[in-house]
């Protein structure tokens, strides 16, 4: 019989579920060499946010099949490490969005009506009615930072108390904005008008830090930021000190750069600030969605079932799996390329499965195309079996054509997505049926192929212009490994596609595009 272990409190109806088909263990509290000492036993293994599973803990699990998170955030997993040993990782990305958007709304109005420092205040038997007196969030603006899940529950609640919608979220359509009766802006307005900023946006290199001394400097002294997201999207710091000197009037925080919270000037702030020890999802009934979710999930897995929510691994049959894996990633590919030259907020991707991918066993190159599409936005947490849902609910028109007659290669895809920087397209195909190479960009026929960090541009073909870009990329010490230009007449337009070696530093897309001859820069991370 297999073994599970659950490392962290899990609701009783996981555990029924998961002693169906294993022995389970639950072992709360271990420390790293505990659970390093003990994990080798396990085929699977269930948490919650309070184990950190890591590379090491990943390395020991010599008969680690799964693990399952219980709720949406895979951050305290080692994904990439799981991944390379062939374990597959599963969350719950619904379970508990609605505790947390109640959280969030809770956090919301007991700020505004200092309710749990009336209640202390009560609780040591003073009667102080002055010092309590609060602030109505009627008709008063929320901006919405991330209108995902748990964002657009929050902005319908929040729309019915009356109060004016600001969201923003690069990678979210205005029609769904709008059905949502938000008004999609950019962050400083948000930052400048919101009477209310509440966070619902994953951690990445991006959001890290987005609150900061100087987004905290443009907010209004009235402000209040809630954080049910997670830890280290606000600068705690530059926070207390805000609070302290009055640039905004306070916050409310689930979540912490590390957690437990230690010392923290934050504690020191009075009833301008309220802390919870992350407790979004701690709701009965998320607790009972997460861990049946999960528990099926690993259920299935350890009887040899597809899961749906792997957060690392298709949710596709095995046998097509292998026959259009390279094509998946070819697909993919072009999507995060697609996607980024677009430039993010995509309302419409066309994809174009050619020569002998014209069948309608295809299909996976469509949901890997959205894969790709969406990384950025949602990082690994789209896959295989969410990213055709993530995508509608950002109002992603979806248009999927085939052409057999296409034959320059066995078999290639074409996408052409619309988005706040224009119409763009990409096609690519494989050569000797892995290498993946773009062999088309806005029209203009190239054959390289991809690379992490790329500048793509659109330009005159005329002489000196190459010159000229190789060595204004010299002067910020961007080195380029490979060039190629696409045109289609001599001396008309052309694209260049340059593969560099490392991210090409702020400010230099704009001295790039006032080159003569250059008309527009992209810069893409793949
Ligand atoms: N406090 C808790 O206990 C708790 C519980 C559940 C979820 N969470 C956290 O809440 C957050 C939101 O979860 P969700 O389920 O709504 O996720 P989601 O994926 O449905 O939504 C996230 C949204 O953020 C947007 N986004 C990504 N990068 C952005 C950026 N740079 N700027 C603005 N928007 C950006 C995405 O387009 C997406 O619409 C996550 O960080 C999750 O881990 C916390
Ligand atoms: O990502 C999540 O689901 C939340 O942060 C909840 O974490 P928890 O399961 O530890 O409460």
Same mark, same amino acid.
């Given at each position: ?7 962290? @409190? ?21 420390? @790293? ?12 293994? =269930? ?68 309710? @749990? ?45 009356? =109060? ?35 966070? %619902? ?76 020890? %992350? ?18 999930? /690993? ?114 895809? %074409? ?21 993946? %190479? ?41 080195? /380029?490994?490979? =060039? ?43």
């Amino acid at each position: 019989m297999s073994k599970v272990l659950v490392s962290d @409190p899990i609701d009783q109806a996981g555990i029924d579920i998961l002693s169906q088909v294993a022995t389970v263990d639950v072992k709360t509290g271990l420390k @790293p060499a505990e659970l390093i000492e003990i994990i080798g036993e396990y085929d699977a293994l =269930m948490i919650r946010s309070g184990t950190r599973v890591t590379q090491e803990i990943i390395e020991a699990g010599t008969q680690l099949k799964i693990i399952g998170r219980a709720g949406v955030g895979v951050d305290n997993v080692d994904v990439p490490a799981a991944t390379r040993k062939g374990i597959v990782v599963v969350n719950s990305p619904e379970g508990n969005t609605i505790a947390a958007a109640e959280h969030a709304l809770a956090m919301m109005l007991s700020l505004s009506r200092h309710i @749990p420092d009336a209640n202390a205040s009560v609780k040591k038997g003073e009667w102080d009615r002055k010092t309590f007196v609060g602030a109505e969030v009627y008709k008063k603006t929320l901006g919405v930072v991330g209108l995902g899940k748990i964002g657009s529950h929050v902005a319908n609640v929040a729309k019915a108390m009356g =109060m004016k919608l600001l969201a923003y979220d690069p990678f979210i359509s205005t029609e769904r904005a709008e059905q949502l009766g938000c008004q999609l802006v950019d962050l400083d307005l948000l930052f400048q008008q919101a009477d209310y900023i509440t966070l %619902h946006i994953p951690k990445t290199p991006e959001t890290t830090n987005l609150i900061n001394a100087k987004t905290l400097g443009k907010m209004k002294p009235t402000a209040r930021i809630i954080n049910c997201a997670r830890g280290g999207i606000i600068d705690e710091a530059a926070l207390a000190a805000a609070i302290r000197e009055g640039k905004i009037a306070g916050a409310a925080l689930d979540v912490f750069d590390s957690e437990p919270l230690g010392e923290s000037e934050l504690r020191s702030l009075g009833k301008d600030i309220i802390l919870t020890p %992350h407790l979004g999802a701690s709701t009965t009934e998320a607790q009972v969605n997460v861990a049946i979710d999960v528990a099926e999930q /690993i259920r299935d897995v350890l009887l040899g079932l597809p899961a749906r929510s792997a957060v690392n691994i298709p949710g596709l049959g095995p046998d097509v799996l292998e026959e259009l894996k390279p094509y998946m990633q070819l697909s993919e590919t072009l999507g995060n390329l697609v996607g980024q030259l677009a430039g993010g907020r995509v309302e419409t991707l066309t994809v174009r499965l050619q020569g002998e991918l014209a069948t309608n066993k295809s299909q996976p190159l469509v949901v890997a195309a959205l894969k790709g599409l969406l990384y950025q936005a949602l990082r690994e947490r789209v896959n295989y079996v969410n990213a055709t849902i993530e995508a509608k609910e950002r109002g992603i028109r979806v248009i999927e054509t085939r052409d057999a007659s296409a034959r320059d290669y066995a078999g290639s895809i %074409h996408l052409e997505a619309t988005g706040s920087l224009g119409t763009h397209s990409v096609t690519g195909a494989l050569l000797g049926d892995k290498e993946i %190479h773009l062999t088309d960009v806005d029209g203009f026929p190239i054959n390289v192929p991809p690379s992490k960090y790329m500048l793509f541009t659109l330009h005159r073909d005329m002489p000196g212009i190459i010159g000229k870009l190789g060595s204004l990329l010299g002067s910020f010490n961007v080195n /380029i490994a490979s =060039m190629q230009v696409g045109r289609k007449i001599v001396r008309g337009d052309a694209v260049m596609a340059l593969s560099i070696d490392d991210p090409l530093p702020d400010g230099i897309l704009d001295e790039i595009t006032k080159v003569p001859g250059i008309r527009d820069a992209y810069t893409v991370t793949l």
